[in-house]
């Protein structure tokens, strides 16, 4: 059901984003066309956080999702502060720094933003709270209501699903050819969506198995179709064409969306992907949690359950 949701989205706005053959410039008047503009857009994320996260607060019967919250953001925000320090400056460009506060953070090629760095904790933490709010209040009918009940009999939570990492070595070749021979910049090597695939995409076929009857996928797909609408209003009708960030070609495989603004596919397949990470990251620590003490062995099935 998720997944022909997601289909009447994407399959029509594909098609028609296709007909755009000669895609629109905008022209700017201003050499400062949006004083801030990427600090204040962040309130698309802290907005969301702030409510939903008094909310959190004030429950004072959820000490068990609390725990798996803050552990699930110790595991996660600390991988988007690392893409930025590390890869930051080899994916992506920060043309417009009348956009920013000007406060800038060592990293690898260069200073960034500190804008970067809020945004991920923010994002990460809308992501969470959209879905524990939906899981335990707005569809807590089709959560699970006893972890520790439902995780007896579980003898390991990674499980290697060999396929899945056979089929991501296959999208990374096909990328890194597509991007020789059939792009207009084949220079270079698709760094970025190779850190995607194996950063979340092989990692996530390791835990679905054991998260998959955990998740209450009614809630996801709130979280999943929430994140983005908010992704494409912010980085498509408004990062992009003000030149808050840009993506360097050499790094990307080479398909874009003209229509909008010359978007790298890679992007869309971002805004989907963290809501799938995140959501099966933090019901890995609920289990982890329930687990107890034997939570670390079985991790790894190098102890009993």
Known sequence: ???????????????????????????????????????????????????????????????????????????????????????????????????????????????LPVEEFVFYLSGFMAALLSYIWADEYWMSAYNVPDYRAQVCGIERIVRPHHPSVLFGIALIVAAAAYKRWFSDSPAGFPWYFTYLTLGALIPSAALFHTAKSFINWRAFSFTFFLMLLISLLWEVTLALPYGWWGFRPQAMIGVHIDAWYGLPIEEPLVWMAVSYATVIVYEVVKIWLALGDRAWQVLFGTGEA
């Open 1 to 111: 059901m998720l997944f022909l949701l997601a289909a009447m989205l994407i399959v029509p706005t594909a098609l028609t984003l296709s007909r755009v053959e000669h895609p629109g410039v905008l022209s700017m008047v201003s050499a400062n066309p949006t004083p801030y503009g990427y600090t204040w857009s962040l309130l698309l994320f802290i907005v969301p956080v702030t409510v939903l996260g008094g909310w959190f607060a004030f429950r004072s019967d959820l000490p068990f999702p609390r725990r798996a919250f803050w552990r699930t953001l110790a595991l996660l925000v600390p991988l988007g502060f690392v893409l930025d320090l590390v890869f930051g400056n080899a994916f992506f460009v920060f043309s417009n720094h009348h956009a920013t506060l000007g406060i800038m953070v060592p990293a690898v090629g260069g200073a």
